[in-house]
């Protein structure tokens, strides 16, 4: 059995920051960080070798480790509050705003690259405007602070020796099992290692739980189970879009991300693009029950003659049915089962004209895929109509603001799907129900980017001091 002032279960950046935060404050109290994966040094994905993915167990190096999804990510700070997730909604557009430029600082202590992308060339962004506005879309403004996938693993690695330095005990390859809850009050929790499978007891006198997208489907049956109150949210499920650079070049250079949000015919749902990757590439990445879903990154120096970006539309369920996460898991299930358990792709073409892709079309175009080992195929066979027809239409809407965007090559990879959608309730300064208990980042529902995630961390943090 161990003993700490705080647990803090997960070490994405949700988890970092609010470690950080308190050391940044004088904080003398004892802080244990539990973590499932690697540390930073030893993160690696062997795809960059072999080309192909090996499924590694019992966790993929992408999502897992120290730092989160957040590492081996493109790592893009967005710098605007109306980006990243719903924190805003709970404590204000303007702490927020504020707390992303104290945070920001903070990355940039840690060596982030001081070039800010998507501001200036304000005549540019105009015209990008006025052509989305015919469109039907929205542009939002956000600036963005690009790590690099490698640079990013720098930035992290500083931040572990300095939390280590600093005191804070991580424990590396313990998964957390369960919260002790019990009448209303949180008292630590259990955790096993993943390879003796010993339990290990850590009773603290508060407990953060910031396990990311991964984690989201565990924390909602922790919810369940231990009355912590919550909600079903929203699941996004869509595809990732890949085409030349040629393409994108305009919105590349003056945005480097275009964040557009529109609401297409027939069934009007929210649709946006979602984490673009100029000169990026197409990455697969794996969950514990063997879902392999689509994601998108890129390198600081390294780069590809394609951009990336998702293409998202949010599902909300109610009445009967209220598991969005469960969901969203079929349709994953249903795609990689149809390409042989990897992700799958086809041409925007082939979609309008009903026909499945076929390897050796992909072979023709003047976009090649940059992930190599996606499956050619039908993807209208795995995703829902009113998925379809949400992104045919919204990808016929960007081709007014991008020329070229709903091309006959233009690939679509699916499934891309984000998972944190169980919202825990929660009040302005980040209390659930449960005293002591603290639900924190993408697993809370309340995020869904590196910059908000930390915000958040920050927040917590200063509670806890
Ligand atoms: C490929 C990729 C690219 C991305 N690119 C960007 C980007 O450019 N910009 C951006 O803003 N966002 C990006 N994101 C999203 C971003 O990484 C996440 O929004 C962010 O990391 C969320 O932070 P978090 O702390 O909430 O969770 P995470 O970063 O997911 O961290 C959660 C941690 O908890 C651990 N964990 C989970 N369950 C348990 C458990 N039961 N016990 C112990 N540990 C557990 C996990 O191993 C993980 O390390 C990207 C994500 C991916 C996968």
């Known amino acids: 059995m161990k003993k700490c002032d705080v647990v803090i279960i997960g070490a994405g950046p949700a988890g970092i920051f609010t470690a950080l935060e308190m050391i940044k404050n004088d904080s003398k109290k004892k802080v244990i960080l539990v973590e499932q994966g690697k540390s930073m040094e030893k993160r690696r994905c062997p795809k960059e070798k072999t080309n192909k993915c090996l499924y590694c167990k019992p966790y993929c190096d992408i999502t897992t480790g120290f730092s989160g999804a957040g590492a081996f990510s493109d790592g893009k700070l967005s710098l605007s509050y109306e980006v990243g997730g719903e924190l805003p909604n709970l404590v204000g557009a ?192 794996n969950y514990d029950n063997d879902l392999a879903i689509v994601n998108g990154h890129s390198y600081k120096e390294k780069k590809s003659n394609n951009t990336n970006l998702a293409i998202l539309c949010s599902h909300n369920f109610r009445v009967p049915f209220d598991q969005p996460i469960e969901y969203a898991k079929r349709i994953g299930e249903l795609t990689n089962m149809l390409a042989n358990g990897q992700i799958l792709v086809q ?78 309730k929660m009040d302005e300064d980040l209390n659930t129900n449960i005293e002591n208990f603290y639900c924190l980042g993408d697993s809370s529902g309340w995020t869904r980017g590196l910059m908000m995630a930390s915000v958040m961390g920050v927040i917590v943090g200063r509670r806890l001091v």
């Open 94 to 285: 303007n702490k927020v705003q504020s707390l992303i430029e104290y945070t920001d600082q903070i990355y940039l202590d840690f060596g982030a690259d001081t070039k800010i992308e998507g501001i200036g060339q304000d005549d540019k962004v105009k015209d990008i405007r006025k052509k989305a506005i015919k469109a039907g879309l929205k542009l939002v403004d956000c600036p963005i602070r690009h790590l690099g996938t490698e640079k990013a693993q720098e930035i992290y690695g500083e931040i572990q020796a300095y939390l280590i330095k600093n005191g804070v005990e991580i424990l590396f390859g313990y998964t957390c099992l369960d919260a002790d809850i019990r009448d209303g009050k949180c008292y630590g929790v259990e955790i096993e290692d993943i390879k003796t499978h010993e339990t290990l007891t850590i009773e603290a006198a508060n407990t953060v739980v910031a396990t990311g997208r991964k984690g989201a489907d565990w924390l909602e049956k922790l919810c369940t189970r231990s009355g912590v109150d919550h909600v079903p949210g929203t699941v996004d499920v869509g595809v990732r879009v890949e085409v030349r650079n040629e393409i994108m070049e305009v919105v590349n250079n003056v945005l480097y991300e275009s964040k557009l949000i529109g609401y297409p015919a027939p069934f009007k749902n929210k649709v946006r693009t979602f984490c673009q990757n100029p000169g990026g590439f197409v990455s697969q990445e």
């Open 347 to 424: 041409r925007f073409g082939d979609i309008l004209e009903g026909k499945r892709t076929w390897q050796e079309e992909l072979e023709r175009s003047n976009v090649r895929p940059t992930l190599p080992d996606a499956v050619a195929g039908d993807i209208t066979s795995a995703l829902s109509y009113r998925t379809m027809m949400n992104i045919i239409n919204f990808i016929k809407a960007v081709d007014e603001v991008v020329p070229g965007f709903a091309a006959q090559e233009t690939l679509l990879y699916a499934p891309e799907i984000k998972f944190y959608s169980n919202r825990v």
